[in-house]
Protein backbone atom coordinates (compact mmCIF):
# COMPACT_ATOMS: atom_id res chain seq x y z
CA UNK A 1 0.00 0.00 0.00
CA UNK A 2 1.11 3.25 -1.03
CA UNK A 3 1.65 6.72 0.99
CA UNK A 4 -1.27 8.28 -0.15
CA UNK A 5 -3.50 5.20 0.94
CA UNK A 6 -2.07 4.65 3.80
CA UNK A 7 -2.82 8.60 4.83
CA UNK A 8 -6.35 8.29 3.44
CA UNK A 9 -7.18 5.25 5.40
CA UNK A 10 -5.97 6.62 8.91
CA UNK A 11 -8.89 9.65 7.84
CA UNK A 12 -10.93 6.98 6.73
CA UNK A 13 -10.47 3.37 6.89
CA UNK A 14 -12.99 2.80 4.22
CA UNK A 15 -12.05 5.15 1.95
CA UNK A 16 -9.82 2.82 -0.32
CA UNK A 17 -11.74 -0.19 0.09
CA UNK A 18 -12.88 -0.06 -3.40
CA UNK A 19 -14.74 -3.19 -3.26
CA UNK A 20 -18.72 -3.23 -4.19
CA UNK A 21 -17.58 0.54 -5.49
CA UNK A 22 -20.18 2.06 -7.58
CA UNK A 23 -19.21 4.39 -10.50
CA UNK A 24 -21.31 6.91 -9.82
CA UNK A 25 -22.80 10.28 -12.17
CA UNK A 26 -23.23 9.76 -15.55
CA UNK A 27 -21.41 7.04 -18.07
CA UNK A 28 -23.14 6.84 -20.57
CA UNK A 29 -24.55 9.46 -23.20
CA UNK A 30 -27.10 9.50 -26.05
CA UNK A 31 -24.58 10.16 -28.89
CA UNK A 32 -21.74 8.00 -27.73
CA UNK A 33 -18.40 8.17 -30.24
CA UNK A 34 -16.98 5.05 -28.13
CA UNK A 35 -18.57 2.87 -25.85
CA UNK A 36 -16.31 1.11 -23.78
CA UNK A 37 -18.27 -1.48 -20.89
CA UNK A 38 -16.28 -3.84 -18.28
CA UNK A 39 -13.26 -3.51 -19.64
CA UNK A 40 -10.21 -4.63 -17.33
CA UNK A 41 -6.93 -4.78 -18.48
CA UNK A 42 -3.60 -7.03 -17.01
CA UNK A 43 0.04 -6.04 -16.94
CA UNK A 44 0.56 -10.27 -16.90
CA UNK A 45 -1.07 -10.67 -13.56
CA UNK A 46 -1.34 -7.89 -12.33
CA UNK A 47 -4.69 -6.14 -12.96
CA UNK A 48 -4.32 -2.30 -13.58
CA UNK A 49 -8.12 -1.56 -14.68
CA UNK A 50 -11.29 -2.68 -13.08
CA UNK A 51 -14.44 -2.98 -14.57
CA UNK A 52 -14.68 0.39 -16.13
CA UNK A 53 -17.43 1.16 -18.54
CA UNK A 54 -17.34 4.75 -19.97
CA UNK A 55 -18.93 5.97 -22.78
CA UNK A 56 -17.52 9.21 -25.05
CA UNK A 57 -20.00 11.18 -26.53
CA UNK A 58 -19.84 12.70 -30.55
CA UNK A 59 -17.48 16.10 -30.13
CA UNK A 60 -17.24 15.68 -26.56
CA UNK A 61 -14.04 16.67 -24.37
CA UNK A 62 -13.23 13.98 -21.68
CA UNK A 63 -10.97 14.47 -19.33
CA UNK A 64 -9.30 11.59 -17.33
CA UNK A 65 -7.96 12.54 -13.69
CA UNK A 66 -6.96 10.74 -10.88
CA UNK A 67 -3.43 10.30 -8.53
CA UNK A 68 -0.21 8.44 -10.15
CA UNK A 69 -0.73 5.04 -11.37
CA UNK A 70 -4.35 5.01 -11.61
CA UNK A 71 -4.16 3.51 -14.92
CA UNK A 72 -5.38 6.63 -16.85
CA UNK A 73 -2.59 6.20 -19.59
CA UNK A 74 -3.87 2.64 -19.52
CA UNK A 75 -7.62 2.84 -20.20
CA UNK A 76 -6.59 5.74 -22.69
CA UNK A 77 -4.24 3.41 -24.84
CA UNK A 78 -7.11 0.73 -25.06
CA UNK A 79 -8.77 3.29 -26.86
CA UNK A 80 -6.58 2.92 -30.15
CA UNK A 81 -4.96 -0.80 -29.22
CA UNK A 82 -1.75 1.19 -28.60
CA UNK A 83 -1.73 -1.61 -25.23
CA UNK A 84 -0.83 -3.73 -28.17
CA UNK A 85 2.48 -2.87 -28.16
CA UNK A 86 3.07 -4.34 -24.50
CA UNK A 87 3.46 -7.80 -24.79
CA UNK A 88 2.29 -8.44 -21.30
CA UNK A 89 -0.66 -6.58 -21.02
CA UNK A 90 -4.25 -8.19 -21.64
CA UNK A 91 -7.23 -6.16 -22.70
CA UNK A 92 -10.98 -7.59 -21.62
CA UNK A 93 -14.49 -6.37 -22.25
CA UNK A 94 -16.26 -4.58 -24.99
CA UNK A 95 -14.45 -1.15 -26.34
CA UNK A 96 -16.43 0.30 -29.83
CA UNK A 97 -15.99 2.96 -31.70
CA UNK A 98 -19.39 3.73 -33.73
CA UNK A 99 -20.60 0.81 -32.49
CA UNK A 100 -17.69 -1.36 -33.93
CA UNK A 101 -15.54 -3.80 -31.95
CA UNK A 102 -11.67 -2.13 -32.08
CA UNK A 103 -10.49 -5.71 -30.62
CA UNK A 104 -11.90 -7.70 -33.23
CA UNK A 105 -8.85 -9.62 -34.08
CA UNK A 106 -9.82 -9.51 -37.27
CA UNK A 107 -9.95 -5.46 -37.85
CA UNK A 108 -6.33 -3.83 -38.63
CA UNK A 109 -4.94 -1.39 -35.89
CA UNK A 110 -3.19 0.89 -38.90
CA UNK A 111 -6.68 2.26 -39.92
CA UNK A 112 -7.76 2.06 -36.71
CA UNK A 113 -5.08 4.61 -35.12
CA UNK A 114 -5.96 7.04 -38.36
CA UNK A 115 -9.65 6.92 -36.84
CA UNK A 116 -8.65 6.92 -33.34
CA UNK A 117 -4.98 9.44 -33.17
CA UNK A 118 -2.79 9.99 -30.05
CA UNK A 119 -0.74 12.92 -29.04
CA UNK A 120 1.91 12.04 -26.37
CA UNK A 121 2.98 13.63 -23.21
CA UNK A 122 6.37 14.51 -25.10
CA UNK A 123 6.60 16.14 -28.35
CA UNK A 124 7.99 13.25 -30.65
CA UNK A 125 8.58 14.83 -34.36
CA UNK A 126 9.88 12.92 -36.80
CA UNK A 127 13.71 13.87 -37.91
CA UNK A 128 12.29 15.02 -40.84
CA UNK A 129 10.69 18.38 -42.64
CA UNK A 130 7.71 20.04 -40.85
CA UNK A 131 5.49 19.25 -44.74
CA UNK A 132 6.87 15.79 -44.05
CA UNK A 133 5.68 15.37 -40.48
CA UNK A 134 2.39 16.39 -41.53
CA UNK A 135 2.32 14.61 -45.43
CA UNK A 136 3.75 11.12 -43.38
CA UNK A 137 0.33 10.11 -42.48
CA UNK A 138 -1.43 11.09 -45.29
CA UNK A 139 1.49 9.41 -47.60
CA UNK A 140 1.22 5.68 -45.77
CA UNK A 141 -2.29 5.79 -46.19
CA UNK A 142 -2.78 6.18 -49.62
CA UNK A 143 -4.88 9.56 -49.01
CA UNK A 144 -3.66 11.81 -52.06
CA UNK A 145 -2.55 10.66 -55.37
CA UNK A 146 -1.29 14.26 -56.31
CA UNK A 147 1.27 16.57 -54.74
CA UNK A 148 -1.16 20.05 -54.58
CA UNK A 149 -3.75 17.64 -53.11
CA UNK A 150 -1.16 16.74 -50.43
CA UNK A 151 -0.22 20.53 -49.69
CA UNK A 152 -3.62 21.49 -48.54
CA UNK A 153 -3.80 18.74 -46.07
CA UNK A 154 -0.75 20.19 -44.98
CA UNK A 155 -1.75 23.85 -45.02
CA UNK A 156 -5.34 22.99 -43.34
CA UNK A 157 -3.85 20.25 -40.54
CA UNK A 158 -1.25 23.49 -39.74
CA UNK A 159 -3.96 25.46 -39.69
CA UNK A 160 -6.31 23.84 -37.53
CA UNK A 161 -3.60 23.51 -34.95
CA UNK A 162 -2.83 26.61 -35.01
CA UNK A 163 0.56 26.55 -36.36
CA UNK A 164 0.51 27.42 -40.04
CA UNK A 165 1.44 31.08 -39.39
CA UNK A 166 4.44 30.76 -37.93
CA UNK A 167 6.27 27.83 -40.37
CA UNK A 168 4.77 28.81 -43.29
CA UNK A 169 7.54 30.32 -44.41
CA UNK A 170 9.89 27.50 -43.54
CA UNK A 171 7.75 24.71 -44.52
CA UNK A 172 11.08 22.37 -45.53
CA UNK A 173 12.99 22.97 -42.18
CA UNK A 174 13.37 20.28 -39.59
CA UNK A 175 10.26 20.01 -37.55
CA UNK A 176 12.81 19.49 -34.63
CA UNK A 177 14.06 22.96 -35.30
CA UNK A 178 10.95 24.01 -33.53
CA UNK A 179 10.27 25.13 -29.87
CA UNK A 180 8.55 22.54 -27.27
CA UNK A 181 4.90 24.31 -27.44
CA UNK A 182 5.28 24.31 -31.48
CA UNK A 183 6.65 20.74 -31.59
CA UNK A 184 3.59 19.61 -30.31
CA UNK A 185 1.15 21.72 -32.01
CA UNK A 186 2.76 20.07 -35.11
CA UNK A 187 2.23 16.41 -33.35
CA UNK A 188 -1.41 17.52 -33.20
CA UNK A 189 -1.45 19.16 -37.15
CA UNK A 190 0.45 15.44 -37.98
CA UNK A 191 -2.87 13.50 -35.86
CA UNK A 192 -5.22 15.67 -37.93
CA UNK A 193 -3.85 15.42 -40.96
CA UNK A 194 -5.11 11.90 -41.68
CA UNK A 195 -8.84 13.19 -40.47
CA UNK A 196 -9.38 11.29 -37.37
CA UNK A 197 -12.55 11.55 -35.90
CA UNK A 198 -11.37 10.51 -31.89
CA UNK A 199 -7.98 12.26 -30.73
CA UNK A 200 -6.50 10.70 -27.49
CA UNK A 201 -3.85 13.44 -25.83
CA UNK A 202 -2.17 11.99 -22.75
CA UNK A 203 -0.90 14.83 -20.89
CA UNK A 204 -0.38 16.45 -23.99
CA UNK A 205 1.36 19.78 -22.33
CA UNK A 206 3.17 18.72 -19.34
CA UNK A 207 6.48 18.99 -21.01
CA UNK A 208 5.00 23.07 -22.15
CA UNK A 209 5.69 26.42 -20.66
CA UNK A 210 2.52 28.51 -19.53
CA UNK A 211 2.20 29.76 -22.63
CA UNK A 212 2.58 27.20 -24.68
CA UNK A 213 -0.42 25.33 -22.45
CA UNK A 214 -2.55 27.66 -23.23
CA UNK A 215 -2.24 27.58 -27.08
CA UNK A 216 -2.95 23.89 -26.74
CA UNK A 217 -5.93 24.67 -24.20
CA UNK A 218 -7.52 26.97 -26.99
CA UNK A 219 -6.96 24.81 -30.09
CA UNK A 220 -8.36 21.73 -27.71
CA UNK A 221 -11.81 24.02 -27.80
CA UNK A 222 -11.28 24.60 -31.60
CA UNK A 223 -10.93 20.88 -31.85
CA UNK A 224 -13.77 19.49 -30.36
CA UNK A 225 -15.91 21.61 -32.93
CA UNK A 226 -14.44 18.82 -35.61
CA UNK A 227 -13.48 16.27 -33.14
CA UNK A 228 -13.84 14.04 -30.36
CA UNK A 229 -11.16 14.35 -27.44
CA UNK A 230 -10.17 12.30 -24.53
CA UNK A 231 -7.43 13.66 -22.50
CA UNK A 232 -5.33 12.72 -19.67
CA UNK A 233 -4.08 15.48 -17.39
CA UNK A 234 -2.67 15.85 -13.64
CA UNK A 235 -3.62 19.22 -14.01
CA UNK A 236 -7.34 19.85 -12.51
CA UNK A 237 -7.39 23.77 -13.47
CA UNK A 238 -6.63 22.26 -17.52
CA UNK A 239 -9.22 19.73 -16.71
CA UNK A 240 -11.74 22.25 -15.61
CA UNK A 241 -10.95 24.30 -18.61
CA UNK A 242 -10.81 22.32 -21.43
CA UNK A 243 -13.65 19.38 -20.62
CA UNK A 244 -16.86 19.17 -21.29
CA UNK A 245 -17.01 15.69 -18.64
CA UNK A 246 -14.75 14.81 -16.13
CA UNK A 247 -14.16 10.87 -15.10
CA UNK A 248 -12.35 10.30 -11.97
CA UNK A 249 -10.04 7.37 -11.81
CA UNK A 250 -8.46 5.48 -8.87
CA UNK A 251 -6.87 2.31 -7.84
CA UNK A 252 -7.76 0.72 -11.49
CA UNK A 253 -11.58 1.89 -11.17
CA UNK A 254 -13.70 4.43 -12.36
CA UNK A 255 -15.26 6.33 -9.15
CA UNK A 256 -16.82 9.21 -10.98
CA UNK A 257 -17.99 10.81 -14.35
CA UNK A 258 -20.04 13.36 -14.51
CA UNK A 259 -20.32 17.11 -16.24
CA UNK A 260 -16.80 18.72 -15.59
CA UNK A 261 -18.56 21.73 -13.24
CA UNK A 262 -20.15 19.24 -11.21
CA UNK A 263 -17.10 17.50 -10.55
CA UNK A 264 -14.77 20.35 -9.51
CA UNK A 265 -17.89 22.27 -7.48
CA UNK A 266 -20.04 19.29 -5.81
CA UNK A 267 -18.49 15.77 -6.75
CA UNK A 268 -20.56 12.55 -5.81
CA UNK A 269 -18.08 11.10 -4.12
CA UNK A 270 -15.67 11.38 -1.27
CA UNK A 271 -12.85 10.01 -3.30
CA UNK A 272 -13.32 12.71 -5.71
CA UNK A 273 -13.46 15.30 -3.36
CA UNK A 274 -10.89 14.01 -1.21
CA UNK A 275 -8.62 14.66 -4.71
CA UNK A 276 -9.43 17.65 -5.84
CA UNK A 277 -9.29 19.37 -2.24
CA UNK A 278 -6.06 18.14 -2.62
CA UNK A 279 -6.20 15.84 0.32
CA UNK A 280 -4.20 13.12 -1.35
CA UNK A 281 -2.32 12.46 -5.10
N1 LIG B 1 4.21 -1.20 -19.35
C1 LIG B 1 3.78 -1.54 -18.12
N2 LIG B 1 4.17 -2.71 -17.56
C2 LIG B 1 3.74 -3.07 -16.32
N3 LIG B 1 2.92 -2.31 -15.55
C3 LIG B 1 2.52 -1.13 -16.05
C4 LIG B 1 2.93 -0.68 -17.36
N4 LIG B 1 2.38 0.53 -17.58
C5 LIG B 1 1.66 0.83 -16.47
N5 LIG B 1 1.76 -0.16 -15.56
C6 LIG B 1 1.11 -0.20 -14.23
O1 LIG B 1 -0.28 -0.02 -14.40
C7 LIG B 1 -0.80 0.84 -13.39
C8 LIG B 1 -1.48 2.04 -14.06
O2 LIG B 1 -0.47 2.83 -14.69
P1 LIG B 1 -0.81 4.05 -15.64
O3 LIG B 1 0.48 4.54 -16.20
O4 LIG B 1 -1.88 3.67 -16.57
O5 LIG B 1 -1.40 5.09 -14.58
P2 LIG B 1 -1.59 6.65 -14.72
O6 LIG B 1 -2.79 6.97 -13.92
O7 LIG B 1 -1.60 7.06 -16.15
O8 LIG B 1 -0.29 7.18 -13.99
P3 LIG B 1 0.52 8.55 -14.18
O9 LIG B 1 -0.45 9.63 -13.81
O10 LIG B 1 1.63 8.43 -13.19
O11 LIG B 1 0.98 8.62 -15.60
C9 LIG B 1 0.36 1.22 -12.49
O12 LIG B 1 0.37 0.34 -11.39
C10 LIG B 1 1.57 0.98 -13.36
O13 LIG B 1 2.70 0.63 -12.61
Known amino acids: MNK ?3 ELSKENPEAHDLSGLETVGIPFTDTAKMSMRDVNVFYAD ?11 GQNEVLAMIGPSGCGKSTFLRCLNRMNDTIDIC ?18 DVVPLRARVGMVFQKPNPFPKSIYDNVAYGPRIHGLVNRRTDLDEIVE ?37 AVSPEVILMDEPCSALDPIAT ?17 IVTHSMQQAA ?4 RTAYFHLGKLVEVNETEKVFTNPD ?6 YITGRFG
Do not use: M
Open 214 to 230: AKIEELIAELSENFTIA
Open 4 to 6: VNT
Open 90 to 107: SVQGSLKLEGQDIYDPKL
Open 46 to 56: KQAIFDVSLDI
Open 269 to 274: HKLTEA
Open 156 to 192: TSLQKAGLWKEVRDRLHSPGTGLSGGQQQRLCIARTI
Open 241 to 244: RVSH
